[in-house]
């Protein structure tokens, strides 16, 4: 649900914060009070294209944040977060913000990391439906109805095996033509694969060796100089005028003569011969440094050819051993395939017939249980547009069948991968006047037609959407009398599950919600400002009246009464 939306220095408004509750919650306002600035909001926070002329005048920016509480649905939001790599907030908590400057300069956030305005609208898609002459209409979409077909029948286990059918189809398909090609190039690729597979064996590398031949020849290439500085430290222990062992006996000597006049200087003497027993041991092991150090200029050319090897190698084939050990068990897996390329293109072949078939029953499969499911659907949906005063209007579901895989060729004879949702296009198709043809739903061209059809299709799939935040804009247009109280009845059913924000001018839809919100204009500082604020009890009861065409007696009963026939 949308929890907070804060709204700074766009059209009307300069600075505004809602907090809103769960449930169905109503807006209204007198025609032209600003309620449309929300509807703004929401679209610039959900990734929709703006423009300066958003931003307030004389003002450098505007800004609009909202706070989303995901622990009632959206999980569809968090599978967008996980494949653009964004983090969800805490305690289900996920923060948008976007910023458009007068400079043209648009900046947007999701839970403060820094996100592109596509990444932007495709979270905002599975947060919030909006309908009405604003659309965020995901509803319309072509793909989005076949996929709300196989929800309402319960056909996702059945999309989803042909899906790995096609993905099968299509890793078989590329294989294969990895193989079919001209004899001229076969034979090219023959031989390039022949030789990185004998190029790499004959190496006889082994994992880790880069490291310890770099140490290894660095020390041989160093010998004369490890020769000369360890000399040197052997003959300042031992051979020097004075040498450093020379020097430590006369300190012993002196030490000796120390304890012989204090018994306390024992522990002189003891540290004395430690250091004595310790510069002997330094001496026998570096003169048996010195006895292993050696100056091979063989050794060195051979070390110098292996590591000369060993970097070209990785050059070719990967940055480390491993890399290239890899490289090499593929190029030997890929020759074995090149060698012996007529027999696996018949296994190929075969495996692909199997698949194919596999696909075709798949997609026949799936077809007939749509077909099933699409009266049933047309059905639901056409009674709650009853309930919605369309008594005599038409709904449709009309279903087109693609070709079967094995023959979906292009113009060029190549396959042509079909679609993981099967072989299915459906389209939503609406009358909403007797004699009239049924026309797609994208087509219709009353705001208010349009958000009634919706509020049916979302009450019927109440239980299946994800979406968490509906918007309806217009829904009472053409709308009076009883079916007003029906509009507002349902929406107030799906705000059972999801929340609902309602921009109306019906006050029997307004009794129905459990939150009201009033927009007005108001003169601050010889300027214009768009408020909204939360209504008491006591004023809902005007705002009702006022809706109903009046402050008197007579309407201040009847808002009473819509509020006590609501449960409000």
Known sequence: MLVTLRIRNLALVTDLTLELPAGLVAITGETGAGKSVILGALNLVLGERADRTLIRSGEEQCTVEAVFDLARGGAGVARVLERHGLEAGADGQLFLKRTLTAAGVNRQFVNGAPTTLGVLAEVGEGLVDMHGPHDHQSLLRPARQLAIVDAYGGLEGMVG????????????????????????????????????????????????????????????????????????????????????????????????????????????????????????ELQRALADYLDRVEVDPAQLRALEERLNLVQALKRKYGGSVAAILEFGVAARRRLGQLEA?????????????????????????????????????????????????????????????????????????????????????????????????????????????????????????AALDEIPVLVFDEVDANVGGPTAAVVGAKMRLLARRRQVLCLTHLAPVAAMAGAHFLVSKQAQGGRTVTTIAPLTAAERVTELARMLGGQGEVARRHAAALLREAGG
């Open 161 to 280: 095996e042909y899906g790995k059918l096609v993905g099968r189809w299509g890793a078989l398909r590329a294989e294969k033509a990895g193989l079919i090609q001209d004899e001229r190039t076969y034979a090219r690729q023959l031989e390039l694969v022949r030789f990185q597979t004998q190029e790499i064996e004959q190496a006889r590398l082994q994992p880790g060796e880069d490291v310890g031949l770099e140490e290894e020849y660095e020390r041989a290439h160093q010998a004369g100089r490890l020769l000369q500085l360890g000399q040197a430290a052997l003959d300042a222990l031992t051979e020097a005028e004075p040498s450093v062992t020379t020097q430590a006996g006369v300190v012993g000597r002196l030490l000796g003569e120390l304890r012989r006049i204090d018994a306390r200087a024992e522990v002189l003497t003891g540290l004395q011969a430690q250091a004595m027993a310790g510069l002997q």
């Open 341 to 461: 390329r007529d027999a696996e293109v018949a296994r190929l072949n075969a495996e692909l017939e199997q698949v194919s078939a596999a696909l075709t029953r798949a997609g026949r499969a799936l077809t007939a249980r749509r077909q099933e499911v699409l009266p049933r659907l047309a059905g639901a949906v056409s009674a709650q547009l009853r309930d919605l005063g369309f008594a005599r209007s038409q709904f449709e579901i009309q279903l087109e069948s693609r070709p079967a895989p094995n023959a979906s060729e292009a113009g060029d004879g190549t396959a042509v991968s079909p679609p993981a949702s099967g072989w299915d296009a459906v389209e939503f198709l609406f009358a909403p006047n007797p004699g009239e043809p049924a026309r797609p739903l994208r087509a219709i061209a009353s705001s208010g037609e349009m958000a009634r059809v919706m509020l049916a299709l979302k009450t019927v799939l």
